[in-house]
């Protein structure tokens, strides 16, 4: 049973780490949003994986699960803590420097550092991120990621395994996706979670994998 347990966790532990999953707007002081949220490497056809194991890359080939918590301290700073199976975990700061009430589309930066327990070593990370709201209950948000972690793609190979990953890399992103929310006042729905967001990344390295994620918040 410990085994079946373990096995699980330790699979997830070996996952992608490429994810933003938030919009440019900051929260009001003392307002606190959290979401969870999964992201899922994909290639066009095997042979591009193939290709990229081929050229000493290694592949993406695992999901990523992670979550965050961020409070409101001003009307255009939070702090919160954030982490992921692929990242670790740790504190970032969230500063929105455009705001869509007084010019086309909100604009923000985000920051923060994470410790890895099995690489052993810490994870730094900032997304630049842009957003225009579609609607009361929509927003699109795209913008870029530079990240310092573990180099997950080695897993591709079979000599490989998860405690051998020490080294951690420079990654850049791009990525796109769609906030969505729901009214709060339907009964019928308040069983489902307040938000959604989507959002696809590609990774600016040679053989890339599109990800795909999904989150819902609270």
């Known amino acids: 049973m410990r085994k079946l347990l373990i096995f699980p ?10 994810g933003t999953f938030q919009t440019a707007e900051s929260l009001r002081p003392g307002d606190v949003n959290a979401g969870w949220y999964v992201n899922i490497p994909l290639y066009f056809d095997a042979s591009t994986r193939d290709e990229s194991k081929q050229s000493g890359n290694g592949a993406y080939e695992y999901p990523n699960v992670g979550g965050y918590l961020l409070y409101g301290a001003s009307n255009r700073i939070g702090f919160g803590i954030r982490g992921s199976f692929g990242e670790g975990i740790g504190p970032f700061t969230k500063i ?55 180099d997950y793609r080695r897993l591709a190979y079979d000599n490989v395994k998860i405690g051998d990953i020490k080294d951690f890399k420079e990654f850049n992103a791009l990525f796109i996706g769609v906030d969505l929310k729901r009214k709060r006042g339907s009964s019928y729905f308040k069983k489902i979670p307040f938000g959604m967001t989507m959002e696809f990344t590609v990774p600016l390295t040679k053989y890339p994998a599109i990800f795909w994620g999904f989150q819902f918040t609270r």
């Open 96 to 150: 929105q420097f455009l705001d869509e009430k007084s010019t086309f589309l909100s604009g923000a930066i985000m920051a923060g550092m994470a410790y890895h327990p099995v690489a052993q070593g810490i994870s730094l990370r900032g997304d630049l991120v842009f957003s225009k709201r579609l609607s009361l209950y929509s927003s699109i948000y795209w913008g870029w990621t530079v990240l310092r972690a573990p």
């Open 9 to 18: 966790f330790i699979f997830l532990l070996q996952g992608c780490f490429f």
